[in-house]
């Protein structure tokens, strides 16, 4: 016992008693690493508050809606539209093609037959349209839209426009631009390309160009094929389109999406990204409201 005592006030070269440097440098590298791990915590706090804030400014814009089916997914859509018809009856709508929203239209004509709503002072803008097919063609978009909405309903048909897909593209271009700069779409409806295209806007596309004309991206022309026989040479290669900044334009967006090969494009946006290869993500660039209606199978990436 009295040799450690010694040894505890042994002194060193500078005078110091042995041990207690040790203990200093003990306790001052503990200070260290205190100081350390608390300005870690703090700055995991700030990042979770910002984070939490991002999330909850994000989630009050974007609303993500999942449906059990196609049909459900529909039906969601078609009642957020009726409504906005009931509350405004001179709505401005932006109308899409594609197989997504037949099973909405559907929905809407219900409505119509039920006498909910009517479209008698609705006005529609579509996004896009074929070059080179004449408006007759099965296959037009004029022709998907006669058939699947107006002929159905009490809209006036001089209320409904589509870009033009024949004529000089530059004048169609011009003539749809000046038209949509008079009429603020209320409510904007849009599926998606499994690459991520929203009207024929394909990766890549610049978010504020307007009305434009646009070459097919070869996955949009076999995409499409399936509507041309799945005869490749039959697929227009060109079309017109609304440009992204006409879309973030409309006040607000229903996005749908039905099936797994739209998972990945619906994942995107949920990730909150904004990537010119990938047209749908500038929805989290829009000022707006966005609804996002998807189906299980699109969901089922997130
Ligand atoms: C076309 C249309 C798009 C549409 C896309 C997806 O390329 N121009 O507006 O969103 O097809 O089509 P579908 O709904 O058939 O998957």
Known sequence: MKENEKELIDL???????GEKE?????????????????????????????TLKQYKRTNRIELIIANDYDEMSEKAANIIAE???????????????????????????????KEISFK???????????GLDQFHPQSYYYYMYDHLFKHIDINLNNTHIPKGE????????EYEDLLNKNKINLQILGVGRNGHIGFN??????????????????TIMDNARFFENDLNKVPKKAITMGIR????????????????????????MENKVDVNIPVTAL????????????????SKL
Do not use: Q
């Open 12 to 18: 060193d070269e500078e005078g110091n008693i042995k």
């Open 23 to 51: 203990e200093k440098k003990a306790s001052k590298s503990n200070n260290t690493f205190k100081i350390l791990a608390t300005v870690i915590i703090i700055a995991i706090i700030i990042c979770a508050i910002i984070f």
């Open 84 to 114: 906005l018809i009931k509350n405004n009856p001179n709505a401005i709508l932006g109308l899409a093609t594609g197989s997504t929203p037949i099973g909405t239209y559907i929905e809407l004509i219900k409505k119509f037959n039920n």
């Open 121 to 131: 002072n609705v006005k529609t803008f579509n996004l896009d349209e074929y070059i």
């Open 167 to 174: 004529g000089v593209t530059e004048t169609n271009i011009k």
């Open 202 to 219: 394909e990766p890549g596309t610049d978010f504020g160009l307007g009305v434009h004309d646009v070459m097919l991206h070869n996955n």
């Open 246 to 269: 006409n879309i973030l334009d409309a006040e607000t967006i229903i996005l749908m999406a039905n099936g797994t090969n739209k998972a990945d494009a619906i994942k995107n946006v």
């Open 284 to 299: 989290n660039i829009h000022k707006g409201k966005v609804y996002i209606i998807v189906d299980k199978k699109a969901a």
